[in-house]
């Protein structure tokens, strides 16, 4: 078990750049979660996946933002046209199913200058 | 809707001494879910424990315990003897049929 993984673990982009992030979750788990970080916030829910199906997008997720699972393993997370505002920890999870424990990665820091 | 909420923003304390972080929560269904989740400096989540709604008895795990009680909606953690190496933040979560939704934290500050 090698945990979830998370690349890369800092960005930083000039605003109204393109950036991805990959999450390459625990091997056996089903389920995957994107999240997001601010200071002094709990993380909130964006999207997760299962297997390959995306089955649930927060409002937070505005049409700039796209995540993929193709093949129901690794995912990515695009962001286009990056404001300042998107600045934030954007964290991975993965999960053997519903209402299971979410196992974390360690994040990918996003500063948009 | 489902909500979290730790009104302690920050807590300091001297080692050795115990403490205990409030989480109270708001939820519409019968069936949910309760976790806490440490996030130290080094930023990655940490689980600590899941407590299905049908599961009122406290638990005990080391110098940790929980402290469920549906009457008042609370989940509260306590941690016993605090170590410096506790200092952290600490998230209370919530789930029903959808991913967790956390409360904002609270940090934890353990003085030597």
């Known amino acids: 078990d090698t945990g979830v993984s998370q690349n890369p673990r800092h960005k930083i982009t000039k605003r109204g750049q393109n950036v991805t992030f990959r999450c390459d979750p625990i091997?056996?788990?089903?389920?995957l979660y994107w999240y997001r970080q601010t200071l002094g916030q709990g993380p909130e829910f964006l999207t997760y996946f299962q297997n390959e199906a995306q089955l649930e997008k927060s409002r937070l997720l505005s049409d700039r933002f796209s995540a993929e699972r193709p093949k129901g393993s690794f995912s990515t997370l695009e962001i286009q046209r990056t404001e300042q505002g998107d600045s934030a920890m954007y964290l991975c999870?993965?999960?053997?199913?519903?209402?299971?424990?979410?196992?974390f990665g360690s994040g990918t820091q996003l500063s948009v200058l | 809707a489902q909500k979290v909420t730790q009104a302690q923003t920050e807590i300091s304390v001297v080692e050795k001494e115990d403490v205990t972080l409030d989480c109270v929560y708001e939820?519409?269904?019968?069936?949910?879910?309760l976790f806490w989740y440490k996030q130290p400096p080094s930023g990655e989540l940490v689980f600590l424990i899941r407590?299905?709604?049908?599961?009122?008895q406290n638990e005990i795990s080391g110098r940790y315990s929980w402290n469920f009680q549906k009457s008042t909606s609370s989940f509260n953690f306590t941690i016993t003897a605090s170590q410096v190496v506790d200092s952290a933040v600490y998230f209370c979560a919530l789930s029903e049929y959808t991913p967790l939704v956390f409360g904002k934290g609270t940090r934890l500050s353990v003085i030597a």
């Open positions: 999870a993965s999960s053997s199913g519903d209402r299971e424990k979410l196992f």
């Open positions: 939820t519409r269904d019968t069936t949910y879910y």
């Open positions: 407590r299905n709604s049908f599961d009122e």
């Open positions: 091997s056996e788990h089903n389920r």
